[in-house]
């Protein structure tokens, strides 16, 4: 166990040095690519801590990602940037706001009824913004000037620069997954852990597991919040998609595929997914056929397999890698 | 109503229908601290109706339960194990997946304030470790905490989920069929163990193996259809004619464990 334990560790350590080197010699299209997929990343491991870890499997977890980006849209002044230290927190405050008001209603359902209403808020949230005018309706709004890390004479990284939205996004990743691999591990996580295997023993033990999965569900829509923001930033334009069930559906996705309960496992799903849509986007004509305008069709396909020859997911594997203790 | 003492668990006129039955039907008894109060009876008696209304897993549709002289009457699970009742299932309910130790740590770590602890490794708490560590060896799984429940034998099962039950510390404890599908010497065990419990604990036992009962009870409560036939002490549920009609006879006649 030891040493399969080095391994991973070994693996982690590779893929890390890998990231932190890519914009020394990577293309500007690859490094933007691999900041929007380390942001998915962050979204899908968010994900994960509901599905994967609690037993929660919430449908609308594009509300909380999408709400962090208009909160941006909205804070930002008509002209001149926003300063990052305090739209950065304001932004992710607003998702978990969402989060405490949405899952104080629907944390109380269960199973069928839990996907139900989690697709159901993020609909009307969804609605909200592309039926009306708030923040340019269904086409969106632009954020025409990024935020501005500046403190006082010194500005630590600028988000202008493509390579430094790629470093921001780098940080936020490890930061995040470092800090639900501590909460994991804590009481609050051994709780929530129990509430997945079986919340009746919880209640009965004493646990009020209603605050739990709350306090959960909050945790996980402000780390979505976190995504939403640099998503945002990244594109400089929020528009209703963000929040749209589409991608609430593709992050599931990238969780199962990746593995759910193994954090790691989403995030390379993230990876996986991305990289497929776009080399199903960018099949050749054949036949006269363009394959490539067709590219869902292949990823249905791909999903199919995977879940036939993985049904554990990418990440399966590395759980089985981790020690019973980890897992119990 | 005699005085309830503290940390004493009571009934008065407990009923419960599901529909037009009453499966338990103005049910009064006391659970005192230091005494075994064993709860007897055919299949379908409300024997585990009566338990679930204790542990609030059900609600009553008349009477009261009370606790310590406090009317707790239809508070949530949760309440009532932070009030200091335990209990165990009939079918096994824990946690597969966990280790033994886990499962009973899990329950210990259930007696903190609050487990809204986001940093610290849940492990490092020593109390909570030592706590549940207390509650495998009490239990007879002294060595066995690192096994995945599932991995157990079905008679250690049993024996986590008195265990348990024990970990949160409970001053009354309500054991529903504790000794169903444990083999002689795991259940000379915990026979052994609710001696011991007894002592500082409030016991509601509800078992088939009148062996068993008859070793460790106090007093004894004989439910038929729902309702109390006879209650009092051991020789004099022994000697009573409506009980051996309504129901030991057919244990001492066919020999049946009713397991």
Not at chain 1, 237 to 255: H, R
Not at chain 2, 176 to 197: F, N, T, W, Y
Request: contains cysteine; proline residues 4%.
């Amino acid at each position: 166990m030891m040493r399969e334990r080095a391994v991973l560790a070994a693996i982690v350590v590779c893929v890390v040095a890998v990231l932190a080197a890519l914009p020394l010699f990577a293309e500007k299209f690859y490094v933007q690519l691999f900041a929007k997929i380390m942001i998915m990343a962050i979204l899908a491991m968010s994900l994960d801590l509901l599905l994967g870890y609690t037993g929660l499997v919430s449908f609308g977890h594009a509300a909380f990602f999408g709400a962090a980006g208009y909160a941006l849209a909205l804070i930002a002044p008509q002209s001149g940037p926003a300063n990052f230290w305090t739209s950065f927190p304001l932004s992710v405050a607003a998702s978990a706001l969402l989060a405490l008001a949405i899952g104080f209603l629907v944390v109380r359902t269960r199973g069928v009824y839990f996907i139900m209403v989690t697709l159901a808020f993020a609909q009307m949230l969804f609605f909200l913004f592309f039926d009306t005018k708030i923040a340019g309706g269904s086409d969106g709004i632009y954020i025409d000037v990024r935020p501005s890390a500046r403190i006082g004479g010194w500005e630590p990284f600028s988000l202008d620069n493509f390579v430094h939205v790629y470093y921001v996004a780098l940080g936020a990743l490890a930061l995040v997954y470092l800090l639900l691999r501590v909460l994991l591990r804590s009481p609050f996580g051994r709780v929530l852990a129990g509430i997945r295997v079986n919340e009746h023993r919880m209640l009965s033990l004493g646990y009020p597991t209603f605050r739990y999965k709350l306090a959960c569900f909050v945790i996980s829509g402000a780390i979505a919040g976190i995504a939403g923001y640099l998503s945002a930033v990244q594109f400089g334009v929020v528009n209703p998609e963000m929040l749209g069930w589409q991608l609430s559906a593709s992050v599931m996705m990238m969780v199962i595929l990746g593995g759910m309960g193994t954090l790691i496992g989403p995030a390379i799903g993230a990876a996986l997914w991305m990289l497929l849509e776009l080399g199903f986007q960018s099949l050749p004509q054949a036949g006269g056929v363009e394959l490539g305008k067709h590219w869902q069709l292949f990823m249905g396909g791909f999903i199919v397999l995977a879940t036939l020859l993985l049904p554990n997911g990418v990440g399966g594997a590395f759980r089985r890698l981790r020690t019973p203790d980890d897992d119990a | 109503m005699p005085e309830v003492s503290a940390g004493a668990l009571a009934t008065r006129g407990l009923t419960r229908y599901f529909g037009g039955l009453a499966a338990v039907r103005d049910v009064s008894l006391e659970c005192r601290a230091g005494e075994v109060h064993a709860v007897i009876g055919p299949n379908g008696a409300g024997k585990t109706t009566l338990i679930n209304i204790l542990s609030g897993d059900l609600a009553p549709s008349a009477g009261q339960v009370i606790l310590g002289g406090r009317d707790v009457t239809g508070l949530a699970p949760h309440r009532m194990s932070k009030l200091g009742v335990g209990r165990s299932y009939q079918k096994t309910n824990v946690f597969l997946p966990f280790t033994a130790f886990e499962n009973c740590r899990l329950a210990a770590q259930s007696r903190l304030p609050s487990s809204m602890r986001f940093f610290r490794p849940a492990v490092s708490n020593r109390e909570v470790n030592a706590a549940a560590e207390r509650a495998l060896a009490a239990a007879g799984l002294e060595g066995r905490g690192p096994v995945p429940v599932a991995a157990l034998s079905h008679g250690e099962q049993r024996q986590v989920e008195i265990a348990m039950a024990i970990a949160t510390a409970p001053s009354v404890l309500l054991l529903d069929e504790p000794l169903a599908g444990m083999g002689a010497e795991e259940s000379a065990c915990i026979v052994d163990l609710v001696k011991r419990l007894a002592a500082d604990h409030a016991i509601l036992l509800v078992e088939h193996d009148m062996d068993a009962v008859f070793a460790v009870a106090d007093v004894l409560t004989v439910m038929v259809n729902g309702a109390v036939l006879e209650s009092g002490a051991p020789a004099q549920i022994r000697a009573s004619r409506a009980v051996q009609e309504a129901y030991l006879g057919e244990f001492t006649d066919e020999g049946a464990s009713g397991t």
